[in-house]
């Protein structure tokens, strides 16, 4: 098992550019989540997927959209990349919701300059 | 919605002393408390995690002990060893919730 795969691993965009985040797992797991994490602010929820076919948001949403493309593959897409989004991206599954062991990605290191 | 905040922001211990990191949460409803490990470069993974019907839970050199009057819950480390050294995220979440609310994170060193 792969577990929780995310691509690209490192990523630099001019602002005003935009880019799609892939994220899978391979643990049939009905819950993911992307977040965002910046020094001193911990781990920011984007938005989450509770189950195949939903979508809602997270703490911090603006500038960012999803897609639950099956029950393996969870996407964020930047539309128009701005310098407030240079984070590092977690994606993460868990097999039911909040009270499930979540299962985190290796990450994408974004630079938008 | 549910607030977690952790203290202190960092931790530095003499390897071989105990280390203990400390949470409070706010919502009451709250009933699923777990502890991830975060090391330079990677994702956090799990390390330890409680429910609001155990007091306390235990795991080699690593415990987690809750406080459900007082909204709280701590990491205890023992015996710290150079590859405890790492960040230390606290979580909760209630019965229903499809999400964790994460604390800020815990820089913990361990010096050898």
């Known amino acids: 098992n792969a577990g929780v795969t995310q691509t690209p691993k490192f990523q630099v965009l001019k602002t005003g550019q935009s880019m799609t985040l892939q994220c899978a797992q391979d643990m049939n797991h009905n819950s993911m989540y992307w977040y965002r994490q910046d020094p001193g602010m911990g781990l920011r929820l984007i938005y989450y997927s509770a189950s195949e076919g939903t979508t809602d948001k997270g703490e911090v949403p603006n500038g960012y959209n999803v897609s639950r493309l099956n029950k393996r593959e969870f996407s964020l897409r930047l539309e128009s990349a701005a310098p407030s989004q240079t984070s590092v991206y977690f994606c993460a599954s868990s097999l039911a919701g909040g009270e499930y062991e979540q299962y985190f990605g290796p990450g994408t290191r974004l630079t938008v300059t | 919605g549910e607030n977690v905040e952790q203290h202190p922001s960092t931790l530095s211990v003499q390897e071989g002393d105990s280390a203990v990191i400390k949470c409070t949460y706010s919502d009451s409803a709250s009933n699923y408390f777990p502890w991830y490990k975060q090391e330079l470069g990677k994702g956090p993974q799990l390390i330890i995690d409680i429910r609001s019907n155990v007091g306390e839970k235990k795991d080699q050199r690593i415990a987690v002990t809750l406080n459900k009057t007082a909204k709280h819950f701590s990491l205890h480390i023992t015996e710290t060893q150079p590859e405890d050294s790492a960040v230390y995220f606290c979580?909760?979440?209630?019965?229903?919730?499809?999400?964790?609310?994460f604390g800020k994170g815990n820089q913990v060193v361990v010096i050898p």
């Open positions: 979580a909760a979440s209630s019965r229903g919730n499809n999400r964790l609310a």
